[in-house]
T-cell receptor, first 110, second 114 residues
Framework: KNEVEQSPQNLTAQEGEFITINCSYS?????LHWLQQHPGGGIVSLFM???GKKKHGRLIATINIQEKHSSLHITASHPRDSAVYIC????????????FGEGTQLTVNP | EPEVTQTPSHQVTQMGQEVILRCVPI?????FYWYRQILGQKVEFLVS????????KSEIFDDQFSVERPDGSNFTLKIRSTKLEDSAMYFC????????????FGPGTRLTVL
């Protein structure tokens, strides 16, 4: 059974801080998705990566395939970044299904 | 920018009733998914659909659930006889091509079973 574990569960930061959220995943997952869930419940896809690193604005996602570990970084955090960040694994033996982590509740204070 | 839409946004039903949740995926996408999130819990995969048939389904997706693409645009999830434990947010998603492609999520339908 595929597993995805995230840490930390909760994260509070001051505006401007550099933030890192970590995700470990099991053998059988070949693609890692980072998602953002807003307080209203909507889910937005941030990144999908199977190797290397991707960057979009202040967000950076990295993946280490050998260690089965991925990180999401937010540079110069802002209160509007406050949301739940979720990693989800797919591909490989997971096929088309995504296996979700528990999510990290990020709060950025002004 | 194209987006996935879902209707209704909130559905309240009595236990034992049938409900149909509707989704309109992004028009050129080929893979469609349903997920659910019980309040306070993580998102769970229900089913994926490709080429007019179920591609994969989870243990949750039992005989009470069915999916259909009745026309070229809609993708529906039917729950035949709702239970209290079916109360959750249901998300539809679609992706363009490959199974590991980026999935685009709809805003969700909150289902409340009384």
């Amino acid at each position: 059974k595929n597993e995805v574990e995230q840490s930390p569960q909760n994260l509070t930061a001051q505006e401007g801080e550099f933030i890192t959220i970590n995700c470990s995943y099991s053998v059988g997952i070949s693609a890692l998705h980072w998602l953002q869930q807003h307080p209203g419940g909507g889910i937005v896809s941030l990144f999908m990566l199977s190797s290397g690193k991707k960057k979009h604005g202040r967000l950076i996602a990295t993946i280490n395939i050998q260690e089965k570990h991925s990180s999401l970084h937010i540079t110069a955090s802002h209160p509007r970044d406050s949301a739940v960040y979720i990693c989800a694994g797919g591909g490989g033996t997971s096929g088309s299904r995504l296996t979700f982590g528990e999510g990290t509740q990020l709060t950025v204070n002004p | 920018e194209p987006e996935v839409t879902q209707t209704p946004s909130h559905q309240v039903t009595q236990m034992g009733q049938e409900v149909i949740l509707r989704c309109v995926p992004i028009s050129n996408h080929l893979y469609f998914y349903w997920y659910r999130q019980i309040l306070g819990q993580k998102v769970e995969f229900l089913v994926s659909f490709y080429n007019n048939e179920i591609s994969e389904k989870s243990e949750i997706f039992d005989d009470q659930f069915s999916v259909e693409r009745p026309d070229g645009s809609n993708f529906t999830l039917k729950i035949r006889s709702t239970k209290l434990e079916d109360s959750a947010m249901y998300f539809c998603a679609s992706s363009a091509l490959f199974r590991t492609d980026t999935q685009y999520f709809g805003p969700g339908t909150r289902l409340t079973v009384l």
